[in-house]
């Protein structure tokens, strides 16, 4: 075991892959610009991994590393632990024992927070220890600092946005050249966007975790995943895609929190934003976030969301924030600023989808027989439910021609018994598709 200079920090890395590998590469290559800003040495010290075996090109022969994440928060050099392993098992462990043994954690492992979060907020403040999840949300971009501490003086009324780099990937690609969702996913896999399992992103698991996080720091309340309605991109069809445009929109996933004076609104979708707009014009697998402030206003962040440099350079920096407290020592303050920027959380229900009020974008594929329009017409209109805009494509689909409209603002609700209403008609050959419009956004 190496001595650590004396006026060094010692960083313990647990989960040496994409992001791990990231973080040890930025904490070797830029080691000397590090020590200039911090005044001394931030010293990557030891490494736990299950493979230490394949090669990740980077030079690990001057490391104590070891299979048992028990070793790096057991070794005395150790003052902060990284946790890039992953999942809500063992990474929880890791991360409450790396706690109580005293040391600073840093994770970017967002399931383990949107799931245990609050656990491990009141053991760091029970400890007296700070903890840094700057990238777990958007990657690079630093938003929940933002959030803690650039924002901290506004009562902030929505913060919604582009949370998923592969997610946006797809739909960018499906709108831009019109292809199907399938053949767009698989190129997001093989451009190491999409993970080969890519169920927590595409069905809106990810964004949700992310969106809880954010609700946290913006509005001081503690929210779970499964608080958060969720749907995913994996039934959007490049015809929605394509019928979208032609009313001057485009789709994106959304995860959407608002606060207001009804409540609180908690959700991820995809979402037909006006083609103009700076989400709809965020593209590739960049992230764009929007917070919106009583007296800050708009503010704007963008970058790339994932990725391991970029990950990785967010990782490092919550390094270099909690390396700076802990040569402050706890005569200075212990913990400079809570996790969620507040020492007290609320407890706030989630709205439910079908209180809520919006504009709808619907896709019927009716049978192609007289009458069918003026029914569908009517049972809207029973509901009081008026359409803006309506198309009606002469493209046969097999038995079916599409009718896509747009409805006026209407709740939910109204919307849902209108359309079971419509089911019963009979004219109607499968389930409509129905995508929420956001203007304001
Ligand atoms: N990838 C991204 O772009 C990105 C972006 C933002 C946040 N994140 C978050 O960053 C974290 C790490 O993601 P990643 O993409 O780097 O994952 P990854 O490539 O799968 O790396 C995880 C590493 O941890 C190792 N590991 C698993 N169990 C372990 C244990 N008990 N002890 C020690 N090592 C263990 C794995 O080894 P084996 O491979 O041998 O199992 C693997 O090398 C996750 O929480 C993820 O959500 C990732």
Redesign the pocket.
């Known amino acids: 075991m190496s001595e650590l200079p004396g006026d060094a920090v010692g960083v313990g890395l647990?989960?040496?892959?994409?992001?791990?590998t990231g973080t040890a590469r930025i904490l070797l290559e830029h080691a000397e610009l590090i020590r200039e800003r911090l005044g001394h040495p931030l010293e990557l010290v030891r490494i736990?991994?299950?493979?230490l075996g394949s090669d990740r090109g980077i030079d690990l022969s001057g490391f104590d590393c070891s299979?048992d994440?028990r070793d790096v928060i057991g070794d005395p050099r150790v003052g902060l632990v990284v946790e890039?392993?992953?999942?809500t098992g063992?990474?929880r462990e890791i991360v409450i024992a790396a706690l109580e043994a005293g040391k600073g954690v840093v994770?970017?492992?967002?399931?383990?927070l949107a799931h245990h979060g609050f656990e491990i907020y009141e053991t760091a403040a029970r400890c007296g220890i700070e903890i840094g999840f700057e990238?777990?949300v958007a990657?690079t971009i630093p938003v929940l600092r933002a959030l803690r501490e650039g924002l901290c003086a506004d009562r902030l009324e929505q913060v919604f946005g582009i949370v998923n780099g592969t997610c946006n990937y797809i739909l960018s690609e499906m709108d831009e050249h019109g292809e199907p969702y399938e053949s767009c996913l698989k190129r997001a896999q093989d451009l190491g966007y999409a993970e080969a399992d890519p169920s927590f992103d595409v069905d809106g698991t990810d964004s949700a975790h992310k969106l809880a996080i954010l609700c946290g720091l913006a509005f001081g309340v503690q929210i779970g995943p499964e608080e958060i309605a969720t749907e995913g991109i994996e039934k959007i069809s490049a015809v929605d895609i394509d019928y979208a445009r032609r009313f001057g929109f485009r789709i994106k996933l959304l995860a959407i929190a608002k606060r207001s004076e009804a409540g609180l609104e908690a959700r991820v979708h995809p979402t037909l934003l006006p083609c103009e707009s700076m989400l709809a014009r965020t593209g590739g697998a960049m992230n764009a976030v929007e917070v919106r402030g009583q007296k800050s206003g708009p503010t704007v962040y963008y970058g790339a969301g994932?990725?391991?440099d970029p990950?990785a350079s967010a990782v490092v920096a919550d390094l270099m924030e909690l390396a700076r407290s802990r040569k402050l020592g706890p005569a200075a303050g212990g913990v400079r600023v809570p996790p969620l920027g507040t020492p007290t959380l609320r407890a706030l229900p989630v709205r439910r989808l079908e209180d809520l009020e919006g504009e709808f974008y619907l896709r019927f594929d009716a049978l192609d027989r007289p009458g069918v329009l003026a029914h569908l017409a009517g049972a809207l209109g029973d509901r009081d439910i008026g359409i803006a805009s309506l198309l009606q494509l002469e493209e046969r689909r097999s038995e079916a021609v599409p009718v896509v409209l747009l409805t006026h603002r209407v709740k939910e609700a109204a919307l849902r018994a209108a359309l079971a209403e419509v089911a019963r008609l009979g004219d109607i050959c499968s389930t409509p598709r129905l995508l929420r419009i956001e203007r304001e956004l």
């Open positions: 647990v989960g040496l892959g994409t992001i791990g736990a991994d299950l493979d299979s994440w890039l392993v992953g999942g063992v990474a994770t970017a492992n967002k399931a383990l990238a777990s990657g994932a990725g391991a990950t």
